[in-house]
């Protein structure tokens, strides 16, 4: 069966800017988490959704927003980018929430310039 | 706080040298310790989950084991193609998954 897809894999964005990252789960997994990853910090949770909601958020400031729709795909918004939130972005799913194996997209590589 | 801490950083290894990774946790009502595999420009790539302290699981060369504090990841005669980041995470149970910094580890031929 096909993979968590995410899109797009690259982007580069000015400061100020905003962007919005896309997340498609594998077919039947209704749980999505968001995740930052920088070699300083690792892979930081950003936020978990299940059927439309969002279940629990990380430490993240108000700029970074999310959301579910009816079919699972989910969307991650990030307004007024900042130089230090050039990251890798990874969405993971799984069938019913994160106490079971995760798994994960590609992620989308985010340049802040 | 919960929290997730792996060592070594880095790990150098000679192919065939075995070792060990360990990921010590402080996570609040631990619903799952899981390891994870993340090559270059790519996502994590699940290996285990462990639920209970005493538990173990393998994989190829690969073995898991979970205490009440830590977790180990145990590496038996390792290949170049091992050479990857392995990444430990406790999951909270409250829908949130707390990783570690990873453990880079580099495999000589």
């Known amino acids: 069966k096909a993979g968590v897809t995410q899109t797009p894999r690259y982007l580069i964005k000015t400061r100020g800017q905003q962007v919005t990252l896309s997340c498609s789960p594998i077919?039947?997994?209704?749980?999505v988490s968001w995740y930052q990853q920088t070699p300083g910090q690792g892979l930081q949770f950003l936020f978990e959704?299940?059927?439309?909601?969002?279940?629990n958020k990380g430490n993240f400031p108000g700029r970074f927003s999310g959301r579910q729709f009816s079919n699972s795909r989910s969307e991650m918004n990030v307004s007024t980018l900042e130089l230090g939130d050039s990251a890798l972005y990874l969405c993971?799913?799984?069938?019913?929430?994160?106490?079971?194996?995760?798994?994960f997209g590609q992620g989308t590589r985010l340049t802040v310039v | 706080e919960d929290q997730v801490t792996q060592s070594p950083e880095a790990l150098r290894l000679q192919e065939g040298e075995s070792s060990s990774l360990n990921c010590s946790y402080t996570?609040?009502?631990?619903?799952?310790l899981f390891w994870y595999r993340q090559d270059p420009g790519k996502g994590p790539e699940f290996l285990f989950t462990?639920?209970?302290a005493g538990e173990e699981k393998e994989k190829e060369r690969l073995k898991a084991t979970l205490t009440k504090k830590e977790s180990f990841l145990h590496i038996t005669a390792p290949k170049p193609e091992d050479s990857a980041t392995y990444l430990c995470?406790?999951?909270?149970?409250?829908?949130?998954?707390?990783f570690g910094a990873g453990t880079r580890l580099f495999v000589k031929a």
């Open positions: 959704y299940f059927s439309e909601t969002q279940r």
């Open positions: 993971a799913s799984t069938p019913r929430g994160p106490d079971t194996e995760a798994f």
């Open positions: 995470a406790g999951n909270t149970g409250g829908f949130k998954t707390i």
């Open positions: 996570v609040s009502g631990l619903r799952g």
């Open positions: 077919s039947g997994h209704r749980s």
């Open positions: 462990l639920y209970s």
